[in-house]
């Protein structure tokens, strides 16, 4: 069966450079979440949306942005990098008759 | 690599009667363990974690987890349920070797008045 896909799999940025993460959650599964962990620490929900509309919104900085496209994938963009934007990013699908959720794998982000 | 199961898809209690959501783990180094609550349209509550000490770990809203190393479980409890509990609950394991987590599928808690 399908899963979430997260992309890409591994990334490094440099500080003050940009990145962009993709998830392409479960087909027919219409809403998205995105958790931030770093090292050593417990995963932090920073935002989720429903049906392509923002549906939640946790710890997530103002130099992050997200959106979920008509196919229902979703990209978490980030500016200004920071050391401290060093983490896994992982997000998870659910919708249709799913009501739990599916995680991804993440992206391991490095800023240097 | 590390895995998680939650056994059961549905549990279903009354108020005011414990309850038990079940989850065992299966991971090479010493387990870092954890539960978390998704109530609807909302992101992953943090409710407890065991990462060394008494067995027996205490969290938010009266929830309570014991780890058990050698039946490799971390169910998690609750002496008296309420209505407003019902919600998904995940248990995620981790590996103390390194970031990479791994949630169960989740287990749909529906407690009736």
């Known amino acids: 069966a399908a899963g979430v896909i997260q992309s890409p799999r591994h990334l490094i940025k440099e500080k003050r450079e940009t990145a962009t993460l993709k998830c392409y959650p479960i087909?027919?599964?219409?809403?998205v979440y995105w958790y931030q962990q770093g090292p050593g620490q417990d995963p932090q929900f920073l935002i989720s949306?429903?049906?392509?509309?923002?549906?939640d919104k946790g710890s997530i900085p103002d130099r992050f942005s997200a959106q979920q496209f008509s196919d229902y994938h979703s990209e978490l963009n980030m500016s200004s990098l920071e050391l401290g934007d060093s983490a896994l990013y992982f997000c998870?699908?659910?919708?249709?008759?799913?009501?739990?959720?599916?995680f991804g794998s993440g992206t391991q982000l490095s800023v240097l | 690599a590390q895995s998680v199961a939650q056994p059961e898809d549905q549990v279903n209690v009354a108020e005011g009667n414990p309850l038990t959501v079940k989850c065992t783990y299966s991971v090479s180094g010493n387990p870092y363990l954890f539960w978390y609550v998704q109530y609807p349209n909302r992101g992953l509550q943090f409710l407890l974690k065991?990462?060394?000490?008494?067995?027996l770990v205490k969290g938010s809203y009266g929830f309570e987890a014991e780890f058990n190393k050698s039946q490799t479980s971390f169910h998690l409890k609750k002496p008296s349920a309420l209505v407003s509990d019902s919600a998904l609950y995940f248990c995620a394991v981790r590996d103390s070797r390194n970031n990479d987590m791994r949630f169960g599928a989740g287990t749909r808690l529906t407690v009736k008045p």
């Open positions: 065991y990462i060394t000490g008494d067995n």
């Open positions: 949306f429903y049906e392509k509309m923002q549906s």
């Open positions: 087909p027919r599964h219409d809403t």
């Open positions: 998870a699908s659910s919708g249709g008759t799913d009501e739990k959720l599916f």
